[in-house]
C-alpha cells in the first residue's frame, strides 16, 4: 500500500478549504500543501450559495452594528469574541476575493455594492448578482491553480481520520478512478467538508452533504458542538428544494398566504411596508420565518400541493429590470424548474433544510480538542451562528476561519515532526474493513437507498422545525435501529472503479450519526432557542441554556453529552426584536458603553 | 402505476467489459423528473451499479453532463417529458472524453487545459488590502461578465468537432476563461496569455462551427470569445508567422521567467 506524506491537508475543496490552502501557502512557500476533495473543487457546494457574503464596507455601518445583529440574530448562543474577529476580518477577505478577481456588483462609481438581508440593520452583503457562491469558489479554485505547493487529491473520499494517541496524523482515502485506499499522512489536517443537509429528506443542499466532517471528527474523539439547531431556510421551491435566495425579499419579495396576505405581520415582525425594511417582515431572521411558515399551515392559511403545503413569493411588483440585473439565477431556476416566470407569477415555497449551524467544536483559530486536527466552514461550530445564522454570514465564515484555520494549521505543522506511526497498520486495517463489509460480501439484505430514506423521515419527523420529546425519543431509538441494519447492507456493486455505491454507503454511516448526534442534542436541550423549538418548553432558558452542547462519542458507539458556557463578551442576553421601531442601536451602545467601563461581561451560567 | 419511460444507458466497466454497451430501463415518467431523476431511481431501487457524478441538481456545479440521444446536456437540466414522445431515450457519457466507468468521464485533461491558460487575475501593483477594493464600474464588469458563468461543465468539448480531432486543441471553455480574464479591467495578464492562446492549439484550431456557444448551458458564448480574440490578436499571430524566432524567443524568455 502506498502512503503519501504532506505537512497539511485540507479534506474539502470549497470556500473554506481553498481559502485555508492558500492561508497555509502564505505562511511558508515551503509547506507541502494538498487538497483531499470528493468531488473536483469547483463541483464544491459553495458554489450553489445565492445571495452574499456579509462585510461592513459601507460608511453608515459599523463592525459593532454586524457583531449586534449576528449575536441576536443567534438568539444569544454566539461566541461573542468569535463574532467581534468575524466581522473585523470579514470586510478584509472580501477585498481580499475582489484582488483575485471575483466580480462583485458595483455601484456606478465602481465601487463595491452591498444589498439588504434578513436579520441585518445595515445593508452590508457583497454579491455577484445572485450567484456569489459560484463566482467565490471559481475565484478561490482559479486563484488555487497559482499556487505550485498547493497539490490536489481530486476524486479521493476520505473514509477515517488517522489518530495515534489522542493525536491526527493524517487520513485513510479511496482514490474514486481506481478504488485504491491510501493513507495519506499530515502533521495537521483541516476539515472543510461542509454540512449535511442530506440527513433531511428536503433539503437546498447538495448530494455531496453528508456530514462527512463532523462524522470522521466525532469518530476520532472530537466534540460535536450545537448539532441541535438546523437552519430551515423559508422559501425552497417545492420538490427539488432548489433555494430561492432570500436576496429576491431583500430586493423587496413579498410573502403570502393563500388570500395574498402578507402573514409575517401576524408574527411580531412588524407591518408591512411597500418598501423593503431592514430587520422587518420579510427581512426578519429565517428561524422565524418559517416558524411562522408553520403556523400558517396550522392555521390552514397555506396552499397545498402534492409536494407539500406552500405559501407564495411575490416578485411580480420588483418589474423585469430589476429582477434580470439582481436576480437573474432566481428567473432562470423558476423558468427551468417550476416552469414560471416570476416576472407574471407568484413563487409557491416552503421552509426547507439549509445549514447546520452546529458543527465540530473549534476555538477561533479552527483549532479543535485533537492535537492536530481543525475545522472550518459549515463543518465547524465556533461559533459564530448560534442558534440561528444570518443570511450572508456563511460565506463571509468560510473565508475568515478558512484562513485562520489554514495558517494555524500551517504554524502548528511547521513545528511539528514527521511522525506516523501506526499510519500504514490503521491503513490496512481500514482497506480490510472495506472490503470484508462491503466489497467481499454476500448476502446482505438491505439496501442503502432504503435506510437512508428511512432516516430522513425520521430526522424530519422529530428534528424539524417544532419538536418535542415522545418523538425525540421514538427518533433515537429507531436510529439506533437502523445503525444496526446498516451494517447489514448489501451493494450490487462489487468492483474497484468509480465505485459510488460504495461511497453512498459510507456516506450514509456519516449521516446516521450526524442524524443521532442532532436527536441526541434536540432531546437534551429542553428550551427553545433561535431555530431549536421544544413544544415542550416554548421559552428560551438562560439561566440552564445559555450553553454549546457538547456531544462526545462513546468507545461503544453511544455518546455523553456536556455544556459549555457561552463567551459573552459586550452584549448581555436580551429579547430578540424585529420589525418594531425599537431602540437597539443605542441600548446597545449604553450595553456596550457599560461593558467597556468596567471591562466586566455577564457571566454565562452553566448548565449542569 | 401510470405512464413510463424507457432509458437505454450506456454500460461501461473496465474490469468487465472490453467496450461499452447499451443497457435498458424502464422509469416512471413523471411531468417533473428530469433525466437525474431516472438515473437516481435507477440507482436506489434497481440497480445500485449504475455510475454517474452529480451533486447540486440545479444546474450550478457542472458535474452531470451527459449525452441526451446525442446532444451534450445536464442531466439535472433535461426533462423526461421533452422526450415523452420518443420510444427510448438514450444517455451516454460526453463524447470525446476517455470513459472512466459508464456514464463518467475523465476530466483530467480538461483541468490541464484550464490551469494552462492562466485563468487568475495578473497584476503586481496592487494596493494594501486595508486599501479597498479595485475601482470596476458595471460597464466594465459587463465587458467580462457573460465569460465568468462558465461551470466548467464540459457540454462544449462534446459538441466541438475539433476537439474531436485534434486531442491537443486547448478548447472553448479554456480560451472563454482566458478571455473572461483578458477583458476584466483588472487584469494586467493579456500579454502572457497571448502567448498560450496564439499557439496552433490554441484560438486558431477553431473552426467557427459555433456548437459550443449552442450548447452552453450559461449562455457563456465560447464561440463570440474565440472570435473576438482572433481580431485582437491578429497582430501577434502575423508577428509569429513573419519572424517565428522572435515568437520562440519571447516563449523561451517567459517560460525561464515562469520557473
Redesign the interface.
Known amino acids: 500500500m502506498d502512503v503519501s506524506d504532506h505537512d497539511i491537508l485540507l479534506v474539502g475543496g470549497g470556500a473554506a478549504g481553498l481559502r485555508a490552502a492558500i492561508a497555509a501557502a502564505e505562511v511558508h512557500p515551503k509547506l507541502s500543501i494538498a487538497v483531499v476533495s470528493k ?2 473543487p ?4 459553495t ?2 450559495a445565492e445571495g452574499g457574503a456579509a462585510g461592513v464596507i459601507k460608511a453608515d455601518d459599523s463592525l459593532d452594528e454586524h457583531a449586534y445583529d449576528t449575536i441576536s440574530g443567534g438568539d444569544w448562543l454566539c461566541d461573542q469574541d468569535a463574532v467581534e474577529a468575524f466581522v473585523k476580518e470579514a470586510p ?1 477577505e472580501l ?2 476575493l ?4 471575483c ?10 455594492a452591498v444589498r439588504a438581508f434578513g436579520g441585518m440593520k445595515k445593508k452590508r452583503t457583497w454579491f455577484a448578482a445572485d ?1 456569489t457562491g ?2 467565490m469558489l ?1 475565484t478561490l479554485f ?2 488555487t ?2 499556487y505550485e505547493p498547493i497539490a490536489r487529491y ?1 476524486e479521493w473520499f476520505v473514509t477515517k481520520l488517522l489518530v495515534d494517541d489522542g493525536r491526527v496524523l493524517g487520513v485513510v482515502a479511496i482514490e474514486l ?1 481506481s478504488g485504491r485506499v491510501q493513507a495519506i499522512t499530515a502533521r495537521a489536517v483541516v476539515l472543510c467538508t461542509g454540512g449535511c443537509g442530506r440527513v433531511f429528506p428536503f433539503t437546498t443542499n ?3 452533504k453528508n456530514g462527512d466532517g463532523m462524522a470522521l471528527a466525532y469518530r476520532a474523539g472530537a466534540p460535536l458542538k450545537d448539532m441541535e439547531f438546523v437552519q430551515y431556510h423559508p422559501t425552497g421551491l417545492p ?2 428544494g ?2 430561492v435566495t432570500e436576496a429576491a425579499r431583500a430586493e423587496g419579495g413579498y410573502l403570502l398566504n393563500k388570500e395574498g396576505y402578507r402573514y409575517l405581520q401576524d408574527y411580531n415582525l412588524g407591518t408591512p411596508e411597500p418598501k423593503p425594511v431592514l430587520r422587518s417582515m420579510e427581512l426578519g431572521p429565517r428561524d422565524r420565518l418559517s416558524q411562522a411558515f408553520v403556523k400558517e399551515e396550522q392555521k390552514g392559511r397555506t396552499l397545498t400541493t402534492p409536494y407539500g403545503s406552500v405559501v407564495h413569493l411575490d416578485l411580480r411588483h420588483l418589474g423585469e429590470r430589476t429582477i434580470n440585473l439582481k436576480l437573474p ?1 432566481v428567473r ?2 423558476c423558468l ?2 417550476q416552469n414560471l416566470d416570476p416576472v407574471k407569477e407568484l413563487i409557491p415555497v416552503r421552509p426547507v433544510v439549509h445549514y447546520m449551524m452546529g458543527g465540530v467544536s473549534t476555538d477561533v483559530d479552527g483549532c479543535t480538542p485533537l492535537p492536530g486536527l481543525y475545522a472550518a466552514g459549515e463543518v465547524a461550530c465556533v461559533s459564530i451562528n448560534g442558534a440561528n445564522r444570518l443570511g450572508s454570514n456563511s460565506l463571509a465564515e468560510c473565508l475568515v476561519f478558512g484562513r485562520r484555520a489554514g495558517r494555524a494549521a500551517a504554524l502548528f505543522a511547521s513545528e511539528q515532526r514527521v511522525h506516523h506511526r501506526n499510519a500504514l497498520a490503521q491503513a490496512h486495517d481500514e482497506q480490510k474493513r472495506l472490503e470484508s463489509q462491503f466489497l467481499q460480501k454476500s448476502g446482505g439484505r438491505e ?3 432504503a435506510i437512508r430514506e428511512q432516516m430522513q423521515a425520521t430526522v424530519e419527523a422529530s428534528a424539524g422545525i417544532y419538536r418535542e420529546e415522545p418523538s425525540l425519543t421514538r427518533a433515537a431509538a429507531k436510529l439506533r435501529e437502523l445503525q444496526e441494519r446498516a451494517e447489514d447492507v448489501s ?3 462489487h ?7 460504495l461511497q453512498s454507503a459510507l456516506e450514509l454511516g456519516f449521516m446516521l450519526d450526524v442524524a443521532e448526534s442532532i436527536v441526541e442534542c434536540a432531546l437534551h436541550r429542553s428550551e427553545s432557542r433561535g431555530a431549536h423549538q421544544r413544544t415542550d418548553y416554548p421559552a428560551r432558558d438562560d439561566g440552564n441554556f445559555l450553553a454549546h452542547s457538547l456531544l462526545f462519542r462513546n468507545e461503544d458507539g453511544s455518546s455523553r453529552i456536556a455544556y459549555m458556557p457561552v463567551k459573552i463578551t459586550q452584549w448581555p442576553p436580551g429579547e430578540r426584536i424585529y420589525g418594531r421601531p425599537q431602540e437597539p442601536a443605542r441600548e446597545t451602545t449604553a450595553a456596550v458603553d457599560q461593558s467597556r467601563q468596567d471591562k466586566q461581561s455577564l457571566p454565562a451560567r452553566r448548565a449542569s | 402505476m401510470g405512464e413510463s419511460i424507457v432509458l437505454e444507458i450506456a454500460r461501461y466497466s473496465p474490469e468487465r467489459d472490453a467496450e461499452p454497451h447499451l443497457e435498458t430501463y424502464e422509469v416512471p415518467l413523471r411531468k417533473e423528473w428530469v433525466v437525474l431523476d431516472a438515473l437516481n431511481h435507477i440507482k436506489d431501487k434497481i440497480d445500485g451499479s449504475l455510475t454517474y457524478r452529480w451533486s447540486c441538481r440545479m444546474g450550478i456545479c457542472g458535474s452531470c453532463g451527459v449525452m441526451v440521444n446525442g446532444e451534450p446536456k445536464l442531466g439535472c437540466a433535461t426533462f423526461l417529458s421533452s422526450y415523452a414522445g420518443r420510444k427510448r431515450v438514450r444517455v451516454e457519457p460526453l463524447r470525446y472524453f476517455p470513459i472512466v466507468r459508464d456514464l463518467v468521464t475523465e476530466l483530467g485533461d480538461f483541468l490541464a487545459k484550464l490551469k494552462k491558460v492562466k485563468p487568475w487575475l495578473i497584476r503586481t501593483d496592487g494596493p494594501l488590502l486595508r486599501e479597498g477594493e479595485y475601482l470596476q464600474t458595471p460597464e466594465q464588469l459587463d465587458d467580462y461578465r457573460q465569460l465568468s458563468m462558465c461551470i466548467n461543465c464540459t457540454l462544449c468539448y462534446s459538441a466541438c468537432p475539433v476537439v474531436g480531432l485534434d486531442a491537443l486543441f486547448v478548447g472553448p471553455a479554456a480560451i472563454a476563461l482566458a478571455q473572461r480574464y483578458n477583458k476584466d479591467s483588472r487584469d494586467r495578464g493579456a500579454k502572457e496569455r497571448t502567448l498560450i492562446l496564439a499557439h496552433p492549439d490554441g484560438i486558431w484550431g477553431c473552426t467557427f462551427v459555433g456548437e459550443c456557444t449552442r450548447v452552453c448551458p450559461q449562455h457563456v458564448d465560447p464561440a463570440g470569445a474565440i472570435q473576438q480574440y482572433k481580431v485582437g490578436s491578429a497582430l501577434a499571430w502575423f508577428e509569429g508567422l513573419i519572424m517565428p524566432k522572435k515568437r520562440r524567443k519571447t516563449e523561451d524568455r517567459h517560460g525561464a521567467a515562469a520557473d
Do not use: C
Open positions: 468531488v473536483y469547483m463541483r464544491s457546494h458554489v450553489s478584509l477585498v481580499q475582489e484582488r483575485w478577481g466580480p462583485w456588483s458595483r455601484e456606478p462609481d465602481g465601487h463595491i450567484k459560484f463566482h471559481h482559479q486563484t491553480l497559482k481530486d478512478m447538495a448530494n455531496i420538490f427539488t432548489i433555494l439565477f432562470e431556476l427551468k424548474y439496501r442503502v437507498a451493494l450490487d456493486d468492483s474497484h472503479t468509480f465505485n459510488t455505491e
